[in-house]
């Protein structure tokens, strides 16, 4: 599974709000038990935004005071995971 269809499902799964970009990083790095590379996050984390799978990762919520950082899909990512997993699911058989 490439990076992208990864954070795309993580997502999906877990929808990550922390206090910044590094500690967004940290937190997947946890979830998949593995380091990834700080460039290739980013690099993924932009592609996902550009090809409208993620919301942007910076935001304001309501009432904050600074910015947090979320991977959170938007309804388009939501449909492309549901596709992934029939996909595999459908391998399987």
């Known amino acids: 599974m490439e990076l992208g269809e990864l954070l795309l ?6 929808q990550i709000c922390a ?3 590094a500690a967004g990083h940290a937190r997947v790095e946890r979830i998949v038990g593995r380091p990834i590379d700080a460039a290739d996050f980013a690099a993924a984390i932009r592609r996902l935004v550009y090809d ?3 919301h942007d990762p910076v935001f ?3 009432g904050a005071l600074q910015c947090h950082w979320r991977l959170e899909p938007t309804p388009e990512g939501v ?3 549901q596709v992934l997993v029939q996909e595999r699911l459908e391998i399987g058989r």
């Open 60 to 62: 304001l919520p309501a």
């Open 52 to 54: 409208d799978m993620i």
């Open 9 to 14: 499902l993580i997502a999906f799964r877990r």
């Open 19 to 21: 206090p910044d970009a």
């Open 79 to 81: 449909a492309a995971v």
